[in-house]
């Protein structure tokens, strides 16, 4: 009994707290927000200070764009205990749509409808051809540029500019036609051809496929303006929502293909590519000659002779000539000669000769500079900006080089170290390069012990010659910025080939290695230096979507240790730069070069000068340039030299000819690397070297230009 009665006490307990928060609470509660009641009595009032106090008596917010509504406009309201809806309808009349999310109102434009004119079918045997007029059905406006597409045969055009359509479609006896109609700010409208033609005002959203892309940032990208034609562009604002499923497509370029302008809406197994494709996505196999570009995610392989760009996610292997992007997340590879990026995050590996960069980095990146916002993995390369990271610039000596000087970036994890070495005290000067990699162990937060292992070369030998390093570093802070280091190293040095020169380390006269071959030199030592260490500050991604022409007109300065054994070569170059976003930009350039006349005191032929006249280059070469800082960039470029003839002379030592000729002028294969710096006043300084032909003639020039926007 006593249990029955506790029961029922809290019955009632419970009975009481639901009747008195019905009575009590706030009657909007649970209310439609449309539904809720207003008084209202405002004077030459904004209309945002009209919408902030229906949203104070209401309890809830508007949300809306800033320039759909006037938020500036002078109104005066009276209303008293009105639902929201009609104070809206007196506000607004019919202008806009709302909509409830939660506790927030959504104000959007108001759909228009379409009027359709002068629709006709006609039967031209295996085809149907349908044509009509659209029109805007309130005030009969002719529609430039409307969408009319069948869903269930992939074809689509556009309205022209007087608002005539025309479309082609296969006979199919089994279905009926149905078209529908679909412009930005439009409500879809279908029509079905069958016996008897009639207007449906609601999409058929049954046969939207699979996907539906909330953001396509893809048309907004560099990549994607230069490629993507206005049309297809229009195709994607007016249809944004309906994706297909097909096998395979063929394109030449964007638009031209087997699925024509639906292509940006169907999702292939197999994509041919011969020139350049834009799809909704691929889960198969996908190449490219020169590129490939899918709106959404791309899925197993995708090949292209010079950029990869998804708009989603990338799973597999995506490999390209020159750029991989992908603008979510990659579970997978990126390889290319140049560039990476996985906007949001790398769960697998990129690898690339210059660089990488992402979000969040789960797996492994492999190039000259490595970015990420956050890592967990690993970055291998010269830079590594790691924003969870830091980076420490020593000075150290040990036994065998007076000034060693290190450059560490990365995480405590795993960070890599580039070295410059130095000996110039030694019988033979010592000078070497080189690149480590490297993990910290905290004891603390003022010390922490260094595991490394690196390896230099000397700058005028190869790998046949090789410093290999290990150590142990114990790093004390002794400042914020500013720590001590100090501890055992072991050295070898070795070489395979059979006269070395002899390198001194040490100035007791100790020879480092042995002369003989195959010989080498191990050694145990300690080392102790002083290191500046930071972190690199968080990076800010704006976002670039530039498209900008620019042209740079720039005089070159350079030297050859080839043709023409150092002498000065004068030079000029005229480069046109179009910004494809994100700090890449593409280049033509052409230019001139003045090698002059060179004579060769050590030919090959004993007792013989080769003497040669001065002749003239001109470039002519397209490439990339990217901007790794706001004012750092780097560039590389391919193309054809065009050679001057040039007359030569071979005597002997008694000064007899005894061959004169003239090589003709001539053209072949060439290529450039340069980086340097762009001021804001536009002034460009940097470095470059050229490579003309299979290497026989070849300069390092200084380069002084100017940039300017068009």
Not at 22 to 51: W, Y
Not at 452 to 470: F, H, K, M, S
Not at 627 to 636: D, N, V
């Amino acid at each position: 009994m006593k249990f029955s009665n506790a029961r029922s006490e809290v019955f009632a307990i419970i009975l009481f707290t639901f009747v008195f928060i019905c009575l009590f609470s706030h009657p909007s509660i649970g209310q439609s927000l449309l539904k809720r009641t207003l008084t209202l009595n405002l004077e030459h009032t904004r209309v945002a200070d009209v919408l902030d106090e229906m949203g104070k008596q209401g309890h809830f917010y508007f949300s809306y764009d800033g320039d759909l509504v006037e938020r500036d406009s002078l109104v005066s309201i009276s209303v008293k205990d009105e639902t929201l809806s009609s104070v809206l309808l007196r506000l607004f009349q019919n202008r806009y749509l709302y909509t409830e999310r939660r506790n927030y109102l959504i104000i959007t434009p108001q759909l228009r409808r379409f009027a359709l004119i002068n629709t006709d079918i006609t039967d031209e045997g295996s085809n149907y051809s349908i044509s009509g007029i659209v029109a805007d059905e309130r005030t009969g406006e002719r529609l430039v540029n409307a969408s009319i597409y069948e869903k269930q045969q992939l074809a689509a055009t556009l309205s022209d500019e007087h608002g005539y359509f025309r479309l082609k479609l296969k006979a199919d006896y089994r279905t009926p036609i149905r078209l529908t109609v679909s412009k930005f700010r439009y409500q879809d409208t279908s029509i079905n051809f069958l016996q008897a033609v009639f207007v449906n005002s609601h999409a058929d959203n049954s046969s939207y496929k699979n996907i539906v892309h909330k953001h396509n940032r893809i048309e907004h990208t560099g990549w994607g303006d230069l490629f993507i034609s206005t049309r297809q562009k229009i195709q994607s604002l007016n249809i944004p929502d309906f994706f297909a499923k097909r096998p395979f497509q063929v394109s030449l370029t964007p638009g031209l293909s087997t699925h024509g302008m639906f292509s940006p809406q169907v999702v292939n197994n197999f994509s041919l590519n011969l020139i350049g494709g834009y799809t909704a996505g691929v889960k198969g196999l996908e190449v490219g000659g020169l590129f490939n570009i899918n709106k959404g995610d791309s899925k197993f392989l995708q090949w292209a002779g010079v950029f990869n760009l998804v708009g989603g996610n990338m799973t597999g292997l995506q490999f390209a000539g020159v750029n991989n992007v992908a603008l979510d997340t990659l579970k997978g590879a990126q390889i290319s000669l140049f560039i990476n990026k996985a906007e949001e995050e790398v769960a697998g590996l990129q690898f690339s000769i210059l660089h990488n960069t992402t979000r969040h980095l789960k797996g492994m990146q492999i190039g000259l500079i490595n970015v990420a916002d956050t890592s967990e993995g690993i970055s291998f390369g010269l830079i590594n900006i790691m924003h969870n990271g830091f980076y420490q610039l020593a000075y150290s000596v040990n036994k065998f080089a007076g000034t060693n000087i290190s450059f560490k970036s990365g995480t405590h994890q795993f960070y890599t170290t580039l070295l410059f070495s130095a000996n110039p005290t030694a019988n033979v000067p010592l000078l070497a390069a080189g690149i480590g990699i490297g993990h910290d162990f905290m004891l603390n937060s003022r010390f922490y012990i260094s595991a490394e292992a690196n390896i230099r070369l000397p700058v005028d030998q190869t790998l046949e010659e090789r410093w290999i390093q290990g150590k142990l570093m114990l790093n004390a802070r002794i400042t914020k910025h500013i720590s001590l280091l100090a501890g055992p190293t072991f050295n070898k040095y070795s070489y395979i080939w059979s006269n070395p020169k002899e390198y001194t380390f040490d100035h007791n006269g100790n020879n480092f290695y042995e002369l003989h071959q195959n010989s080498f030199k191990r050694n145990i030592g300690l080392e102790a230096g002083i290191a500046f260490n930071s972190v690199f500050k968080p990076l800010d991604r704006p976002v670039d979507h530039s498209k900008a022409w620019s042209t740079s007109i720039a005089m070159t300065a350079g030297v050859s240790d080839l043709s023409t054994y150092g002498q000065f070569i004068p030079g000029a170059e005229v480069t046109l730069y179009r910004d494809l976003g994100n700090g890449l930009s593409g280049l033509i350039a052409t230019g001139y070069n003045r090698f002059p006349s060179n004579s060769d005191k050590n030919s090959v032929f004993k007792e013989e000068n080769y003497n040669a006249s001065a002749y003239d280059i001109i470039p002519v070469k397209t490439g990339v340039r990217y901007r790794l800082t706001p004012r750092f960039f780097i560039e590389g470029a391919v193309g054809e030299q065009f050679s001057s003839s040039r007359s030569y002379l071979l005597t002997n030592s008694l000064n007899h000819d005894i061959y004169d000729g003239n090589y003709s002028a001539k053209s072949s294969f060439m290529y450039s690397v340069c980086a340097g710096f762009i001021l804001d006043n536009g002034i460009e300084l940097g470095v470059k070297k050229e490579v003309y032909g299979l290497g026989n003639e070849q300069q390092y020039a200084f380069r002084l230009g100017y940039n300017f926007k068009w």
